[in-house]
């Protein structure tokens, strides 16, 4: 006789819930937990109102220059995603970090100093400069920033 094997039913695939102290309405010790050293800090409340406080200022001046910014709060830290409207797939998330000199500078995805955050309009032109190319070429016909020659549209 062979054995055949069946996927175990939704009852038996989920396991019942731990009865530990607290659910019997016992006091329950504190154990120590530890943190992984690859997780993120959460900044303190003064770093992040320092950081909205610039990420704003650079979305309105990108906003006037034409590209569309989503402000992602929540997040840790918090960033601002660029980015053009016709292709909102393309774009570029900008933090703030302090640099040296206890400047603060806008940071790209990629880890690299835009400009420091006292300069919002030279942030503004450095991430225009590196996004408009990949803008560019979502927005023509072959993808590479130029229209094919060799294909011809009345074929």
Do not use: N
Not at 62 to 76: K, N, T
């Amino acid at each position: 006789m062979a054995y055949r094997w069946e996927p175990p039913s939704p009852a038996e695939a989920v396991p019942p819930p731990r009865q530990g102290a607290a659910s019997q309405g016992k006091a329950e010790a504190v154990r120590q937990v530890r943190i992984p050293p690859s997780a993120p800090d959460v900044p303190p409340r003064a770093v992040r109102w320092r950081a909205y406080r610039y990420l704003d200022r650079l979305a309105r001046e990108l906003g006037r220059a034409g590209w569309s910014s989503v402000a992602r709060y929540e997040e840790s830290p918090p960033s601002l995603r660029v980015f053009a409207a016709p292709v909102p797939c393309v774009g570029e998330t900008v933090t703030v970090v302090a640099g040296p000199g206890k400047v603060w500078w806008f940071r790209s995805s990629l880890g690299h100093r835009i400009a420091p955050c006292s300069d919002v309009a030279g942030a503004a032109w450095e991430i225009a400069v590196l996004l408009t190319p990949w803008v560019a070429a979502a927005l023509t016909r072959d993808g590479r920033g130029r229209h094919d020659v060799r294909r011809s549209d009345a074929t």
